[in-house]
């Protein structure tokens, strides 16, 4: 995208943005985002209700299902802010009429803003379904592993690898590994290949552990997945498939 060419202050960039959504457990939502400005802004909106907010975690207050979100990982520091109602900046409305502020009530907006990295600004959020006031968590587990590896990405200018992130979510632990979160040289999307304890020829897998061990396993656009020499999916054909592993 050229940014917002008709405006005055356009910025020239690129904006990728990877949406998994694990079977109403999580959501994870990772933005990459390359350009000629000095920082973004990305908005989440969200119907009127009651919320919490603690500097990071946001949670709609509904009482039967909610949701949470917050960011797990970044290459910047992040700013959140909270707007209901506001005029300026104009944020925090849900419109009754199309996108006229006439008729509008206050709604809730969560603002997330950060710097721009010569090589990609990456931001990961999750965003979790709960019911009746019980938020959940979620954390990344190999932080120190991610901001190693753009550290070597940067010395080597060797950009077009993929990159595994490690979370937990509830009680679940996640592996997620692609070359989506990454910078990359070229906008093609290439095959995982050899990872860590990963093997495929797939360009995204998920994997879910219970008690150390794979229990389900999610390949998109691949024929097989290999996990510390254990095979988890072998198809004949390459395209998206999941299993519930014994």
């Not at 419109?95 to 502020?101: M, R």
């Not at 907006?109 to 379904?129: C, K, N, R, W």
């Amino acid at each position: 995208t050229n940014g917002y060419a008709l405006e005055k202050e356009s910025a020239a960039g690129i904006h990728e943005r990877l949406v998994l959504w694990y079977k109403g457990k999580f959501c994870i939502i990772n933005d990459f985002i390359v350009g000629s400005g000095n920082e973004f802004t990305a908005n989440f909106n969200f119907h009127p209700s009651d919320y919490s907010f603690d500097g990071k975690v946001f949670a709609t207050g509904l009482g039967d299902t909610d949701i949470m979100i917050k960011p797990i990982y970044s290459n910047v520091p992040l700013r959140q802010k909270i707007y209901e109602g506001s005029q300026e900046p104009k944020a925090g409305w849900l419109s009754k009429d199309g996108y006229k502020l006439r008729g509008a009530e206050k709604g809730c907006s969560m603002q997330v803003s950060g710097g721009l990295m010569d090589h990609g600004t990456i931001v990961s959020y999750i965003m979790m379904p709960f019911n009746y006031g019980d938020i959940p968590n979620a954390e990344i587990l190999n932080e120190e592993e991610l901001v190693h590896e753009e550290a070597e990405d940067k010395k080597s200018r060797i950009w077009d690898k993929p990159v595994r992130y490690s979370f937990s979510a509830g009680k679940g632990v996640y592996d997620i590994v692609t070359g989506y979160g990454r910078y990359r040289e070229s906008r093609q999307q290439m095959p995982i290949g050899l990872q860590g304890d990963y093997e495929s020829d797939g360009k995204l897998i998920m994997v879910e552990f219970k008690s150390g061990r794979p229990a389900f396993a999610y390949l998109y656009d691949g024929s097989y997945l290999m996990f510390k020499g254990e095979m988890l999916i072998d198809e004949e054909n390459a395209g998206n498939y999941e299993k519930v592993l014994k």
